[in-house]
């Protein structure tokens, strides 16, 4: 398996920055580029795991949407014991999924998980908008529903609500935007603070910031807790949140 390496995609100028693509070239950098442009990324997942052991109920399945190299499947596996267990990963990137794949696979060759579990877990290369959604009470989004055409929001909500056992979940993980202008200014600042602190330097943040533009569309609070009370979710709280970073989880009622 190839080594984790230091993300360094926007460090050079490129004449023209191109949108921002979840490719191979992406894949060699994900775990150092995600923890050091999200704040909280490991609270939030490590997290993710044990709001899934509170709410998963036996006989149902666990989905991980957007799940890039498995980080929250792993959080789920190594909160819930239980053989049988049954999480599926999707994710539309053909790279993720490959090294999602062999990253179980590692995971299994060092002992730190056993076969018969990592046997309950199911990766394709999906689009989270039309794939099915069916017998689940955990559905994690961790950074992905972001990156969703705006109008195809609310129709996967929809879906997980159908798909979801009464007194099921949704953990969704996102950057958020703030209405008042002087807020929304001022976590924005600290968040390019934050990658500065982490060694990104000015290029670095105002290519990768180029390549994200309409790429990754933040909404604020409001929005996320409307929508989830349009799709018929009961309730919806915020249950992280670091600057302009935050998870949210929503409950169906029983
Ligand atoms: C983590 N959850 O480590 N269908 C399926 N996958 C999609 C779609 C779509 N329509 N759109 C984007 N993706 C992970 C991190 S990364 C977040 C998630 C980030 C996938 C995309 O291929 C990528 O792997 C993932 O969503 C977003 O917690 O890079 O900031």
Not at 34 to 43: A, D, L, M, T
Not at 233 to 249: D, G, H
Request: net charge negative.
């Amino acid at each position: 398996m190839k080594k984790e390496q230091k993300d360094a995609i926007f460090a050079n100028p490129l004449d023209k920055v191109a949108t921002f693509s979840f490719d191979e070239k992406v894949v060699q950098v994900f775990p150092d580029m995600i923890k050091r442009s999200v704040p909280g990324y490991s609270n939030m997942i490590g997290m993710t795991g044990v709001i899934a052991r509170r709410y998963w109920q036996p006989g149902t399945r666990i989905y991980d949407l957007g799940c890039s190299l498995g980080a929250s499947m792993l959080s789920v596996l190594h909160q819930i014991p239980e053989v049988g267990l049954e999480i599926i990963g999707l994710d539309n990137s053909p790279a993720m999924i490959e090294r999602c794949q062999q990253v179980l696979d590692q995971q299994v060759a060092e002992k730190q998980l056993t076969e018969v579990r990592c046997q309950g877990v199911h990766l394709e290369c999906a689009d989270i908008c039309t794939a099915p959604i069916e017998n689940a009470s955990v559905v994690i989004l961790n950074f992905t529903f972001q990156f969703l055409p705006l109008e195809q929001r609310l129709p996967l909500l929809k879906r997980i609500h159908d798909g979801l056992a009464p007194g099921g979940v949704i953990v969704l993980s996102e950057k958020v935007r703030f209405d008042h202008s002087e807020q929304q200014d001022a976590l924005f600042d600290l968040h390019l603070d934050f990658k500065r602190a982490n060694g990104y330097s000015e290029l670095e943040i105002s290519q990768k910031r180029a390549a994200l533009e309409n790429f990754l569309q933040a909404e604020s609070f409001e929005t996320h807790h409307q929508r989830f009370k349009q799709a018929g979710f009961s309730q919806s709280s915020v249950w992280f949140q670091y600057l302009n970073f935050a998870s949210l989880l929503a409950i169906k009622a029983r």
